[in-house]
């Protein structure tokens, strides 16, 4: 049987924009309970004025992800506003720079490190440190991306950001899965956001990847939902 998501405490990041933004306001809409983030504080002023439910519903804060030690802070108070939380989704990324592997910055590298790998591994510690670990259940899923799936040419850098992290993740599932708590991750292919550059409707639309999240976030009590992959009809890049 499916879990209900209305009551349950979720923690966003990345909210400000594309999937994270839609995933706020469908998790509102459904009576969910909802603390999220972004880097900008005009972006996140936008959203609160595009919402219409009351600060029992949710909590916000703006600040800068690669400031690892406001994670923790950000966690903290979301449990006094909020409860416990039962649903982290690490949604904020970033693809800043393309270049072949001998031709990579190393600054650009490195702020896609921070941003893709350390950032969530800060969100998902604090979590589950914090609330998960003491309730004994959560769930925490990680939107990845395909790339972690198979080899591109000047993407490397991003690649990289995203594989480490989701290396991490998996042995993380093993080990948190002995306190109930699950970690699922998903692998979207391409999607059409204001992540990219040039508009891309052939690839997937924005709510087509909040609802594959909204799947991960009912999964029964008894079963874990490790992986997911969502690709745009016209990818290839698979097995």
């Not at 900008?40 to 959203?47: A, E, H, I, M, P």
């Not at 508009?199 to 924005?206: D, F, I, M, S």
Request: with cysteine; hydrophobic share 45%.
């Amino acid at each position: 049987m499916m879990e209900s998501i209305k009551n349950k405490h979720f923690v966003v990041s990345g909210a400000t924009s594309g999937i994270g933004k839609h995933l706020v306001k469908s998790l509102l809409k459904r009576g969910a309970k909802v603390s999220f983030c972004g880097r900008s504080s005009d972006k996140l002023k936008q959203l609160i004025a595009e919402l219409s439910f009351g600060n029992e519903q949710m909590y916000y804060q703006a600040f800068d992800i690669t400031e690892f030690s406001q994670i923790g802070g950000f966690v903290s108070s979301a449990i006094a506003q909020l409860g416990e939380i039962d649903v982290l989704v690490n949604n904020a990324g970033v693809n800043s720079a393309r270049a072949a592997v001998n031709a990579i910055n190393i600054e650009d590298l490195n702020w896609m490190l921070k941003v893709n790998f350390l950032a969530p591994f800060t969100f998902m510690k604090e979590a589950y440190n914090q609330s998960m670990l003491v309730q004994q259940r959560g769930l925490v899923i990680n939107v990845m991306s395909t790339v972690c799936l198979f080899s591109n040419p000047n993407i490397a850098a991003y690649t990289a950001s995203k594989s480490g992290f989701d290396s991490l993740a998996k042995v993380f599932r093993k080990e948190a899965r002995e306190q109930g708590v699950k970690v699922s991750s998903i692998y979207p292919g391409g999607v059409d956001t204001p992540f990219r550059e040039a508009e891309k409707p052939e690839y997937l639309a924005v709510n087509d990847v909040v609802e594959a999240i909204l799947t991960l976030a009912q999964q029964s009590a008894n079963s874990s939902i490790d992986e997911l992959v969502i690709r745009p009809m016209i990818e290839r890049n698979f097995s």
